[in-house]
């Protein structure tokens, strides 16, 4: 065991994990983060925490992952290079480790142009690979990116992001084999909405034995609405949605509810899919749906470990 946490304890015995997104408020409130837990407590095994995601200042995702992580669920902290030189990034790692965050998701992070401080100065002294490498030099070497030994290493089990579908194809399975070779444990997926797609990209990383060296988790983006199926088609890079799910949000009566249907359909077929070793749920300000998702789709209950 690398970091002792539980959504590692549960992807090392072999078992289907199950991860959502928890996203920090615009503005101070812990209580937003409170609520949210409630919503999903005994339903995931672990919730990220966005950081300033969509390059929208938020309440800070180790602030945030502090208060989830005393509401009782195990945090999964993201850490953006967008905002953060390596020595803040090495600092928020040894801290998040001392307060009991064993999970961190290490991303470049969107473009501070696409957030609401377009005219902000982006950071970007490292990139997710590097970011990834680094982490794994202090969990395991005891070593600060410059070299300097420490006391006392942080215990990490590694995340990183990847865009299965985004263009070019031929780059994503390179890609993700760099940061399974920088030291990434897990990977949490972008949204799948075509599965025949996704399932041609996980051929291809089980050509190369990718699957047996990191735990592929899948994303799952539930759809509030035909306009938020156009928004993820047309806006986020890797998403595609494929005209039969469109034309099912058209003729819906109740779209939100056909959304769900998709979304556990979406589980079960990644369920499917050698390799794949769970599901992140990206209900974006729609967590109430989460606990409905995962027991339609029969995942519950979750596992003790």
Not at 34 to 42: C, E, F, H, L, S
Not at 254 to 281: F, N, P, S, Y
């Amino acid at each position: 065991m690398k970091a002792g946490s539980n959504l590692e304890k549960i992807l090392e015995k072999g078992q289907f994990a199950v991860t959502c997104e928890c996203g920090p408020p615009k503005s101070a409130s812990g209580d937003v983060i409170r609520q949210k837990a409630k919503m999903i407590k005994g339903k995931v095994d672990a919730a990220n925490i966005t950081d300033n995601q969509a390059a929208i200042v938020r309440l800070s995702s180790f602030a945030a992952a502090t208060i989830l992580m005393q509401a009782g669920i195990e945090p999964v902290m993201q850490v953006t290079a967008r905002d953060r030189n390596r020595l803040a990034i090495q600092s928020d790692l040894l801290g998040a480790s001392a307060v009991g965050i064993r999970d961190v998701l290490l991303l470049t992070g969107d473009h501070q142009k696409l957030g609401n401080h377009p005219e902000a100065k982006g950071v970007f002294d490292l990139d997710s690979i590097q970011m990834i490498d680094m982490a794994r030099r202090m969990r395991d070497e005891r070593k600060f990116q410059n070299g300097e030994q420490m006391d006392v290493p942080p215990k990490l089990f590694i995340g990183a992001a990847e865009n299965p579908l985004a263009e070019p194809a031929e780059y994503r399975v390179p890609r993700l084999e760099k940061k399974v070779v920088a030291g990434a444990d897990f990977i949490q997926t972008q949204g799948v909405f075509d599965i025949e797609r996704f399932e041609k990209w996980m051929a291809a990383v089980r050509a190369k034995g990718l699957h047996k060296k990191v735990h592929i988790i899948g994303g799952v983006v539930p759809l509030k609405s035909l306009g938020a199926a156009k928004f993820v088609n047309d806006k986020v890079l890797g998403m595609t949605v494929p005209d039969s799910l469109f034309e099912r949000m058209k003729k819906a009566s109740d779209a939100k509810a056909e959304g769900v249907k998709i979304a556990v359909e979406t589980i079960e077929a990644l369920r499917k899919i050698e390799g794949v070793q769970g599901v992140h749920i990206m209900a974006i300000e729609w967590e109430e749906k989460v606990p409905e998702i995962v027991e339609k789709a029969g995942l519950l209950p979750r596992p003790a470990v």
